[in-house]
């Protein structure tokens, strides 16, 4: 029987005014992501990468078109909807990491679950059963300035993981790392991948971490094709 598609656009487009005229950013994007896929978006600089995670995220809004994920139309909820759904269903892991300065690792993983009105006991407990689960477990109490780029990634796929999200987006998630750090985070999403059934979207310019995925979707001038 076929999985489930847990990502699904049809007819999406994207369009910026600018003063030379309107910018087409992503131009009929038809795309479905099944259960339990870990897919990578490819593309040069300026392509349509980012975009397209933001309006399938819902981050940003689309020019038209229709985008599901799990069934929801997500463009037709509002703002406040839309976060409370990202902070249940989606997970997020950035180049830049995005962890709070003043807040330690756990404080930073429990903060999505905090958002989603888990109470603050069974917030903390899952916050720390995913960083143990990571390799973190002694570093929960640690602010994200006393650890290192690596460290940082797995606090990051830690807060991604701890609500247990119907999919992950990851927007150059090894940017930042050396090649050995970058291996380690890639097989640890993978391993996630195989043994949690976990859903994955990875937006990245390298083509080691693409070979890593089920298949490979490119984008080129808000085009988006399939490999």
Known sequence: MPEEVVVQGKDVWKVYPSEAGP?????????E??????????????SGKTTFLNCFS???DITRGEVRVEGVNIHQM???????YRARRMGFVFQSYNLLPVLSAVENVELPL????????PARERA?????????????RYRPNALSGGQQQRVTLARALVSEPALIWADEPTGNLDAETSHEVMELLHQLNRDHRQTLIVVTHDRDVARMCDRTLT??????TSS
């Open 23 to 31: 910018v087409e950013a992503l131009k009929n994007v038809q795309v």
């Open 33 to 46: 992501v099944r259960r339990g896929e870990m897919v990578a978006v490819m593309g040069p600089s300026g």
């Open 58 to 60: 819902g981050l940003d």
């Open 78 to 84: 509002d703002d406040n909807a839309k976060s409370r």
């Open 114 to 121: 905090l958002v989603a009105g888990v109470p603050p006991a």
């Open 128 to 140: 720390l059963h995913w960083l143990q689960q990571l390799g973190l477990g002694d570093r929960a």
């Open 219 to 224: 984008i080129r001038d808000g085009v988006l």
